[in-house]
């Protein structure tokens, strides 16, 4: 109210001509022609330290704030004289515009429509949260789960965060402004693109550049452009492969060949090896027989050593081709895996793909002097080099190696097994049976080094012995350790017991004469009998010149 001077009270609104409908809107708490939540077009007339002034159109100025765009910087479209569309959020008093609600409903709308219609959009991974990112789409937040970032596990994150990409939105609340979105979905539909494009363009035997994917034992994954091929470890190279990872890695370009291919089941097979031409094609004018050339040896087997002479070929150095005498021991001793050694080919089967090297080939040959050294009877040292089921490998002293059949360990006792008698490393006298230089054969003998004791007997030598053992047709006594003597029944004496020949005993000395012999069958026959009847014809002669005749009788009473 206000008082005039003639001491009457009128209210303002009676003074029309001074008081506006905006003064008195503004009295209210309220603007006139703008309204709380409007948006409206403004010209910026002024700029200060608060803000940016703009022109309602009245006698008030409305304020863009500064303070709004604190997280951020001011869009340089806020400048004097620029009109811009502004939302009234504050009527009290001097009204406060804000423009940043205004670019952010247009970057939700833009959003909502990019939703609706499944457009692509752009951002930038900003940091690593719990299970996922936090990505600007244009100055809007959207959440990124870890699982949609990439293809594959992501293990680490840093390799994300800063860099931009496109997604698609997977899921969007305008009204709780929630923003979800996936990058994995458009590498898989890429990927999808590319790998019908691809199937629908590849062939059999077909040449082309993938890189590896994914290594396994049995080989590797390699991308030929949306489609994985399997690369078997078999068909990485013509030679033996023992890891992929010696040969390929993730990443790595590979030039491959396709040997296969199911488009059904989306099954590819690929080569690396059918590239080149097979290792054995024409192998016998790179390595003719008779060439020495040097081989790194890739495996050491039971029976010899496979040696690499170029990748994808191999030939076997046999335990009996690296040297002339104990080859086998001198093998396992000085060749290792790995080691680079001269060898000599020998022979070669292209038919089983089968190369046979020596080394002992390329060493003069001990064989052409032993002729020189040793003939049938030479009586040598040697040592025991090995056993066989039938006999002895023993080496001489210059390096041949000859056998002792284990016939010839002993001229009496029968060997079942060579060990009984030898140990490897015995130092052994030996004789020269026989030698077959041209195959690199000498026999030799542990007992012909003594005599053959069956050859000091004779028949009509009277023996003495014990029996050791009783037949049924005879009785067997042994003359010395290792020879025995047969007496059959009818030979045990000259004197009969009623109907029977007189019967021996086991363990009972007695005295016989030898009455046949065969050295090769070992076997020897005496007589008791023959003994008693010769020495009975002996008395009989020695008292025939005698005077006084005597009966037979009365010489073998006195006798």
Known sequence: ???????????????????????????????????????????????????????????????????EFEDMEIPSELKVGATVKVKVINTNGQPILSYREIIEKLKWDAIDEGFKNKRRVTGTILKAIKNGFVVDIGGINAFLHISQVDTHFVEKTDQYIGKSYEFVITDFDKGNKNLIVSRRKIIEDEKNMAKKATLESIVEGQILDGTV???????????????????????????????????????????VRILKIDKVNEKISLSIKNLTPHPWDCVTERFPVGLVVKGRVTSIVDYGVFIELEPGVEGLLHFSEYAWSDSELAIKKEVKEGQEIDVKIINI????????????????NP?????????????????????????????????????????????????????DVLKIGDEVKVVVLEIDSMNEKISLSLKHTKPDPYKKYSVGDVVNGKVVKIADFGSFMELEPGIEALIRNNEASSIKIGKSQLILKEGEEIEAKIIKIDVRGRKIDVSIKKLEIDREKELVKQYANQDNKLTLGEILSEE
Not at 39 to 60: H, P, Q, R, Y
Not at 226 to 246: F, P, Q
Request: glycine share 10%.
């Open 1 to 67: 109210m206000v008082e005039r001077d003639l001491g009457t009270k009128i209210t303002s609104f009676e003074d029309s001509e001074k008081v506006s409908m905006a003064d008195l809107m503004a009295s209210c708490g309220g603007h006139a022609g703008i309204s709380l939540g409007e948006e409206i077009e403004v010209a910026i007339v002024e700029e200060n330290s608060d803000g940016f002034m703009v022109d309602l159109g009245t006698k008030f100025e409305g304020i863009i704030l500064k303070k």
């Open 367 to 419: 064989w052409g002097q032993v002729l020189k050294h040793y003939t049938p009877g030479t009586v040598s040292n040697g040592i025991v080099q090995d056993f066989m089921p039938f006999g002895a490998f023993v080496r001489l002293p210059d390096g041949i190696t000859g056998l002792v059949h284990i016939s010839n360990f002993s001229w009496v006792k029968k060997i079942k097994h060579p060990e």
């Open 349 to 364: 089967d292209e038919k089983n793909k089968k190369i046979a090297l020596s080394v002992k080939a390329m060493l003069p």
């Open 213 to 255: 994917s994914k290594i396994v034992n049995f080989g590797a994954f390699v991308d030929i452009g949306g489609v994985n091929g399997l690369l078997h470890i078999n068909d990485l190279a013509w030679y033996k492969i023992k890891k992929v990872e010696n040969l390929l890695h993730v990443g790595q370009t590979v030039r």
